[in-house]
């Protein structure tokens, strides 16, 4: 209708008018939005982008679980709710998904949707949703990928020439996903260096706790905890820059002894 709507002061009439065409033409409604000011709030719906933004900045993973249901591709999404380092990323919604520790069945949608060519895809650092799963979801999500793509995934190299196994060393949040994919693919994994000299080991000293510790010396000896990496440090050097745990500092003190802290780097 051409008449003006009921309940919308001549502040917002303007507006009202300038959308009338998208109103009545199918082809842009679906990508607009309008917002009107308070009391006059009035949406039109909302670009899939932004309502998938809106969900992953607002952890809504219900909501983000339904989005994905309906997506017919896999969008390029800008969301700004990263840390390290602290800014807005663009990247496919498959990545956005795997880089939530509670994404595991919005993973499971989108595979079941697009095929597992939406797992090998890239970001802006080069890294595929493989390795911002392992970053920082469980071993459960990466036996989910194993079964969708073969072994080689995990030797993909993305920042600083990182491997996924570099990827499972920096998980906050569990050493899950790296206990499993050493038991999975085995121990060599662990003493290869990324573009900057350090191993699986130096990682996991710097980001998780004493049980990885403990892990990788049932798997090499003790002898990984002494080899040099990034600007000449060892994994004790690591473990004193660890923000997560002091628990492997502590155990590599046990472990080495206390001659290990008067060790200088570069």
């Not at 033409?25 to 006059?40: G, I, M, Q, R, Y």
């Not at 049932?218 to 628990?247: E, I, M, P």
Request: with cysteine; proline share 3%; aromatic share 8%.
């Amino acid at each position: 209708s051409s008449q003006q709507p009921l309940g919308l002061r001549p502040a917002t009439l303007l507006s009202w008018r300038r959308c009338q065409f998208c109103y009545s033409n199918s082809a842009v409604l679906p990508v607009l939005k309008v917002v009107f000011n308070s009391t006059d709030a009035q949406f039109f719906p909302m670009a899939a982008a932004d309502q998938l933004r809106a969900a992953l900045e607002a952890n809504d993973c219900e909501r983000l679980l339904k989005l994905c249901r309906q997506l017919d591709s896999n969008l390029t999404v800008s969301s700004g709710k990263f840390k390290d380092p602290p800014h807005t990323r663009e990247m496919s919604v498959t990545h956005h998904v795997a880089s939530k520790p509670y994404g595991l069945d919005c993973l499971e949608v989108l595979i079941d949707r697009f095929g597992a060519a939406c797992l090998t895809c890239r970001d802006e650092f080069n890294y595929t949703p493989v390795h911002w799963a392992a970053m920082e979801q469980s071993q459960e999500t990466l036996q989910l990928i194993h079964v969708n793509l073969s072994s080689d995934c995990f030797y993909e190299k993305g920042r600083f020439g990182r491997s996924v196994f570099h990827c499972a060393a920096v998980n906050e949040h569990s050493n899950k996903a790296l206990e499993w994919l050493i038991g999975e693919l085995g121990s060599d994994s662990l003493m290869e260096k990324d573009d900057n000299g350090s191993t699986v080991v130096h990682l996991a000293a710097q980001c998780q706790s004493s049980d990885s510790m403990d892990f990788i010396k049932s798997k090499l000896g003790s002898d990984c905890f002494r080899q040099r990496g990034w600007l000449g440090r060892t994994a004790v050097h690591c473990a004193a820059c660890n923000k997560v745990s002091n628990s492997s500092l502590k155990w590599l003190i046990d472990e080495l002894g206390s001659d290990s802290l008067m060790k200088e780097d570069d």
